[in-house]
């Protein structure tokens, strides 16, 4: 079974602080994807990275940063300089190559609330 | 990236009643899947709609309560029948492009039902 883990339920910082959400995955699946999705107030959920199983490199876009520690199945993600627009809820996600029913099935954490104050 | 539309996009609806939902992708997609997600929760997968199959539902969703169609590559509808004030929800579809797990889904805005 997957699963995955965003202990913390809610964060508030105030703008231009650096930010880190926290997601812890459990699979036992060799191969896998994770995932890091944006919920803005208006609902749709927006794509922000995807990450192997075999490329532990760190990666960065602008002001996003992602750290993937497989030694300590994490999956972390870090917003440098927040901003107020950064203010959402930010879900972790896992899939893997398992076969069956739950072929290409997203395991999402519970999401962390991201409050940015000005 | 795949261009999800999903209408309606809110409704209010009476006990006893049933909504469909509407699901259109701008390009031709492999693998629908259709999301519940309760207020203040995350996604639950409903089930996995593919094109010229019977839609797969996961554990504790059947297809009696929440009828699915996937009639081409670009559209699926999902059903919410006989809807309870439990079913209040948003409802999301996503759509992967190819037909592997590692291929990302894309979502629509949602759908957000409250049942009376």
């Known amino acids: 079974a997957q699963k995955v883990t965003q202990a913390q339920t809610e964060i508030s910082v105030v703008e231009k602080e650096d930010v880190t959400l926290d997601c812890v995955y459990e699979t036992r699946d060799t191969t896998y994807y994770l995932f890091w999705y944006k919920q803005p107030p208006s609902g749709e959920l927006v794509f922000l990275i995807r990450r192997n199983s075999f490329d532990e490199q760190n990666e960065i876009s602008g002001r996003y940063s992602w750290n993937f520690q497989k030694s300590t199945s994490s999956f972390n993600f870090t917003i440098t300089a927040s901003q107020v627009v950064d203010s959402a809820v930010y879900f972790c996600a896992l899939t893997t190559n398992a076969g069956g029913t739950s072929y290409g099935k997203l395991t999402f954490g519970q999401g962390t609330i991201l409050t940015v104050h000005p | 990236s795949a261009v999800i539309s999903q209408k309606p996009s809110r409704d209010i609806c009476q006990r006893g009643t049933s909504l469909t939902i509407q699901c259109q992708v701008d390009?031709?997609?492999?693998?629908m899947f259709w999301y519940r997600q309760q207020p203040g929760q995350s996604l639950t997968l409903i089930a996995t709609?593919?094109?010229?199959?019977?839609?797969?539902?996961e554990s504790g969703f059947v297809i009696d309560k929440f009828p699915i169609s996937r009639p081409n590559l670009t559209f699926s509808t999902l059903t919410v029948s006989n809807m309870s004030p439990e079913d209040s929800s948003i409802y999301l579809c996503?759509?992967?492009?190819?037909?592997?797990?590692?291929?990302?889904?894309?979502f629509g805005a949602g759908t957000r039902l409250s049942v009376l």
């Open positions: 996503s759509a992967a492009e190819g037909a592997i797990a590692k291929n990302i889904q894309y």
């Open positions: 709609a593919n094109q010229g199959s019977e839609a797969t539902y």
């Open positions: 390009s031709q997609v492999t693998m």
